[in-house]
């Protein structure tokens, strides 16, 4: 099992940045994925950006280019280097660990950071 912690949100203004911190309760060395997801109010929970162990990245379209996904194994941290955001990046962000052991899936998620961008 692992707990994952997520922190680095606020209020930022159109056009700033934030980081945001996921730091997990066992070292990360060998999860398959690490990754972070948003949900704003009356929307569904949405991909944002995806790392895996080998360090291959995946994003959404709309924040391509804006986001930088990396992970720190040495300290059990996956990060989100947010830039230039805009309101529509509103959102709860939820860090997500994904476990593939011997073919038993496992998912776990953190209690969330809100961001809040202001026009």
């Known amino acids: 099992q692992v707990r994952v912690v997520e922190s680095g949100g606020g209020l930022v203004q159109a056009g700033g940045s934030l980081r945001l911190s996921c730091a997990a309760s066992r070292s990360i060395f060998s999860i398959n994925s690490m990754g972070w997801y948003r949900q704003a109010p009356g929307k569904q929970r949405e991909l944002v950006a995806t790392?895996?162990?080998?360090?291959?990245?995946n994003y959404a379209d709309v924040v391509k280019g804006r986001f930088t996904i990396s992970r720190d194994n040495a300290k059990n941290t996956v990060y989100l280097q947010m830039n230039s955001l805009k309101p529509e990046d509103t959102a709860v962000y939820y860090c997500n660990v994904y476990e593939d052991i011997s073919g038993l899936k496992y998912a776990y998620w953190g209690q969330g950071t809100q961001v809040t961008v202001s026009s």
């Open positions: 790392i895996t162990s080998g360090g291959s990245t």
